[in-house]
């Protein structure tokens, strides 16, 4: 039984690191569109007098966007940790070190109840991320588009 609560714990532990991983993965990602956005923002601003004025409004108002979701995503959110020696004083005071099917069920949940916690706050981050990367394409999107615009009118006087 012993070696089913091994392989059981090995993933529960994988898990914890996946979760840890991915929450990681988009803050950094989060924090990427931010800086673009304070560029784009920057590049807009700087030549708002050379481009299709509605098109660059609505880029500015996108990217602001997008930077305020960015912002709700890089907030802090609690990860639970799991604290060797608090688990190590709650395992010897229960005396549950010695290798019982109890050990392994108590760290199991333990693991399980942190796992369950962190997976809520990846899942509020991935839901502040998704309209940030959005608003963010859809600013690109109109800078794109306020940038062009004004080409084709030059083309078409000429």
Do not use: H
């Not at 990602?29 to 304070?38: D, S």
């Not at 108002?61 to 940790?81: G, H």
């Amino acid at each position: 039984m012993s070696e089913i609560y091994n392989r059981l714990l090995d993933l529960a532990w994988k898990n914890y690191d996946f979760i840890f991983q991915s929450k990681s993965n988009i803050e950094n990602k989060a924090n990427m569109i931010l800086v673009a956005n304070g560029v784009l923002l920057g590049f807009v601003l700087n030549g708002f007098n050379n481009m299709s004025k509605g098109f660059a409004v609505g880029c500015i108002c996108f990217l602001i966007l997008s930077s305020y979701f960015c912002v709700c995503t890089l907030k802090t959110k609690l990860y639970k940790m799991l604290g060797v020696s608090e688990t190590w004083n709650a395992l010897s005071k229960r005396n549950l070190l010695i290798d019982s099917d109890e050990a392994y069920e108590n760290l199991l949940g333990t693991i399980e109840g942190a796992n369950a916690t962190n997976l809520k706050n990846y899942e509020e981050i991935v839901d502040c991320f998704k309209p940030a990367l959005n608003l963010f394409l859809l600013g690109l999107l109109l800078l794109g588009l306020a940038i062009v615009v004004p080409l084709f009118i030059l083309i078409k006087v000429e």
